[in-house]
Every structure is written in C-alpha cells, then in structure tokens.
C-alpha cells in the first residue's frame, strides 16, 4: 500500500509490508509498463544495490 504520494508527483513513498518483495510492488504500480522497468526504476531510486528490502523499510516507488 502506498503510504504517501503528494499530487502530480512522479514518485510516491511505500512502506515495504511483511511478504513484500521489489517484484510485487513493482506489478502493483506498473500500470501496463513492463515490470522489469518498473523493478529497475525502484532498484535505482533507492540505491539498492542486490535488490533486497527489509519489512518497514520505506521504499520510493517512480510512478511513471
């Protein structure tokens, strides 16, 4: 669930829940992008550097 977006942004803020994965909440932003972009947008926009996110993390998910 996304848990901050301000208006007209590109890039809203996501606490990463329990059974979260980059993959799962990269299909649910993806919006009929391919999801591998949307992954490696997320990879990129948060500095990750494998992938890997911790429960109650906040991630930066680009919306476009």
Not at 38 to 49: E, H, K, R
Request: glycine share 10%; with cysteine.
């Amino acid at each position: 669930e996304i848990s901050a977006c301000l208006v007209g942004s590109e890039m809203c803020i996501r606490d990463r829940g329990s059974g979260d994965s980059i993959w799962s909440i990269a299909r649910t932003v993806a919006d009929g992008r391919d999801v591998r972009s949307v992954v490696d947008a997320i990879v990129t926009a948060n500095s990750l550097s494998d992938g890997n996110v911790s429960a109650g993390q906040k991630i930066r998910v680009p919306l476009a």
